[in-house]
T-cell receptor, first 116, second 109 residues
Framework: GEEVAQTPKHLVRGEGQKAKLYCAPI?????VFWYQQVLKNEFKFLIS????????ETGMPKERFSAKCLPNSPCSLEIQATKLEDSAVYFC??????????????FGPGTRLTVT | RKEVEQDPGPFNVPEGATVAFNCTYS??????FFWYRQDCRKEPKLLMS???SGNEDGRFTAQLNRASQYISLLIRDSKLSDSATYLC??????????FGPGTRLSVLP
């Protein structure tokens, strides 16, 4: 598609429950990025993919968080056993290219996760 | 020192004013720079890329100063619709983006 699509828009989970978020990048974009934005506006990079391969996972918490981009499927970000501090808006972005020169990233509308 | 710093504001300016924001960065290896605007917890929307020679798009002008490691955004003839948070972003060794904390702008009637 012409825009990055993210589902669901809102997700409410009790502490300890699993949360799964989805992202479909712009058609033709081979890079996908996940960011977490908490209240103070700070964006935290989580993970990026080049097609279905992990490109950079330096921001990914070691526990509970996992992500995949499989062929012909939306990318997903999964949080096992959610905690209150996972409450945030999770943005997905896609770009044509990353690496030696970063191209513009285009963002999806985000998924607002509330952990109660 | 933080990787990317911005004055959080808010900058409260009257309609028609000219306002400028700076964004300083610490990674001298960064090659790509961008300005995004974000409205009220919605997704960041790309405003403009920032090139070494500086670039202009209508009322918006972006500059890059590599020697002093900052980028700037100038908005002329501010409109009410310019009220938003302005985020600078730069590449982190050519991989993910590092975002600044954002500068809030309120344009007042």
């Amino acid at each position: 598609g012409e825009e990055v699509a993210q589902t669901p828009k809102h997700l409410v989970r009790g502490e300890g429950q699993k949360a799964k978020l989805y992202c479909a990048p712009i058609k033709g974009h081979s890079y996908v990025f996940w960011y977490q934005q908490v209240l103070k506006n700070e964006f935290k990079f989580l993970i990026s993919f080049q097609n279905e391969n992990v490109f950079d996972e330096t921001g990914m918490p070691k526990e509970r968080f996992s992500a995949k981009c499989l062929p012909n499927s939306p990318c997903s970000l999964e949080i096992q056993a959610t905690k209150l501090e996972d409450s945030a808006v999770y943005f997905c972005a896609s770009s044509l290219f990353s690496g030696l020169r970063s191209y513009e990233q285009y963002f999806g509308p985000g998924t607002r996760l509330t952990v109660t | 020192r933080k990787e990317v710093e911005q004055d959080p504001g808010p900058f409260n300016v009257p309609e028609g004013a000219t306002v400028a924001f700076n964004c300083t960065y610490s990674n001298s290896a960064s090659q790509s720079f961008f300005w995004y605007r974000q409205d009220c917890r919605k997704e960041p929307k790309l405003l403009m890329s920032v090139y070494s020679s500086g670039n202009e798009d209508g009322r918006f002008t972006a500059q890059l100063n590599r020697a002093s490691q900052y980028i700037s955004l100038l908005i002329r003839d501010s409109k009410l619709s310019d009220s938003a948070t302005y985020l600078c972003a730069l590449d982190n060794y050519g991989q993910n983006f590092v975002f600044g904390p954002g500068t809030r702008l309120s344009v007042l009637p």
